[in-house]
């Protein structure tokens, strides 16, 4: 990501003239003397009235346990302690980490920068998204997938033009969906030239531990078979072939197993004497593969997994089972196997859709309901979520134009 250095005298003089402009004269935002970044933040934030809160929403202290407790990032927060918030704390400025949503679960730093940035919301539990409380860092991080800085009055409120911020997104390394967001807040050090680059390498490491076995996205035995990493199936963190990972998915999550026709018909759209040949040939090829260890052996008559063997559709059945939507959110394998053409796969992404959606439109707030719609493109799912929120929400308009896009297509 390329880094330019922020002026920010000059961003601040900008923004406060939009302000007085905004509030004497009604003019447009696209007239305003505004970054593009900060101008298009600004849009979002405001929609069609400018009605958005000065203060943010905050999480109740039993709230904020449950949502960490709940929240991938609790995985993440001490990597940001040992590589941002000694660095921070010596250079006056605080550290906050948002989940997907814009709440701060966790800000630590200098005690003088916390206090004050207390006494504008700026707070473990507090809602930083710009639907709640407008242009920041962190808010735009999310709501654009890139890192940006704010300056002073490029925010959207007087009472927090004394702060400067820089914030990154956060990923799922596997599915590429953002989980959260990394934020340096304080005076004008928050955006120098050196901030957005040492954010993205925390971020870097932060995603890197996710990769790892101690990670929540594998058990402590056994293996793992990743289906949604961008570069293809990973059997514990080691590529193997589209047809391997294929039919140890269909292996993994049937209760008994399946017969060489079973497979070949889950596998194959035209399941004659070839394609049943070329199944033998593959589990040849499969048993090779896994030769390493003597545990890993594949059952015959019928095929089966005979060691600890723990699949993303697991975990996605666990959360569904649970009745749990944000957890079932983050580990929601939208792109199972993307190109596998299977009819097995096809069917068990079929499954797994609806039962999601079920799910999500049973128990889901607005945000999930908006998050889930938009990553599976279904009209009714978004149709919902624009019933769940206010009615001066400035997402509305944006929802309907997703919903008419859809429709049309």
């Known amino acids: 990501m390329g880094v330019k250095t922020l002026d920010l005298p000059t961003a601040a003089r900008q923004a406060i003239c939009a302000h007085e402009l905004l509030a004497s004269s009604g003019a447009p935002l696209e007239d305003l003397p505004l970054r593009q970044v900060v101008r298009e933040s600004w849009t979002r934030a405001l929609g069609s009235q400018p009605s958005l809160r000065h203060e943010p929403s905050m999480l109740s202290d039993a709230e904020l346990a449950v949502a960490r407790e709940r929240s991938a990032l609790q995985r993440l927060w001490p990597v940001f302690e040992r590589l941002l918030v000694p660095a921070a704390a010596e250079a006056n400025l605080v550290v906050a980490l948002a989940d997907a949503r814009g709440t701060l679960l966790w800000v630590d730093g200098a005690r003088r920068v916390a206090r004050r940035a207390e006494s504008v919301g700026f707070a473990p539990g507090a809602d930083w998204a710009e639907p709640s409380i407008g242009t920041s860092a962190p808010g735009i991080a999310l709501a654009t ?27 799922n390394p596997r599915s590429g969906q953002i989980i959260g967001a990394v934020d340096l807040t304080g005076g004008e050090d928050a955006v120098a030239v050196h901030s957005l680059p040492l954010l993205t390498a925390a971020v870097a490491a932060a ?44 292996l993994a999550t049937s209760e008994r197993g399946m017969s060489n026709q079973e497979l070949v018909e889950a596998l194959f759209e035209v399941p004659d004497a070839a394609a049943a040949g070329t199944v033998r040939s593959e589990m040849v090829r499969l048993r090779k593969v896994l030769a390493g260890r003597d545990e890993r ?37 939208a792109d199972l196997l993307a190109r596998s053409q299977s009819p097995g796969i096809h069917s068990l992404r079929h499954r797994l859709q609806a039962a999601a959606r079920e799910l999500v439109l ?22 919902a979520a624009l019933r769940e929120l206010p009615a001066d929400s400035p997402a509305r308009s944006l929802i309907v134009a997703e919903v008419q896009n859809l429709q049309d297509s």
Do not use: K
């Open 145 to 171: 997938g890139t890192g940006v800085q704010v300056a002073g009055a490029e925010h959207m409120y007087e009472h927090v033009h004394s702060f400067s911020c820089s914030a990154v997104p956060i990923r």
């Open 297 to 333: 052996t594949l059952g015959s008559r019928p095929y089966r997994v005979q060691w600890p063997l723990r699949t993303s559709v697991h975990r996605l059945m666990e959360a569904l089972e649970a009745g749990d939507v944000q957890q079932m959110l983050e580990v929601y394998p």
């Open 207 to 250: 995603e890197g531990q996710l990769l790892l076995p101690e990670d929540h996205c594998r058990e402590s035995e056994g293996d793992y078979l990743d289906l949604c990493a961008p570069t293809g199936a990973l059997l514990n963190g080691e590529q193997i072939s589209l047809r391997h990972a294929e039919i140890l998915t269909l």
């Open 362 to 383: 049973d128990r889901g707030g607005a945000h999930q309901l908006l998050d889930f719609g938009r990553r599976s493109a279904d009209a009714h799912v978004l149709l």
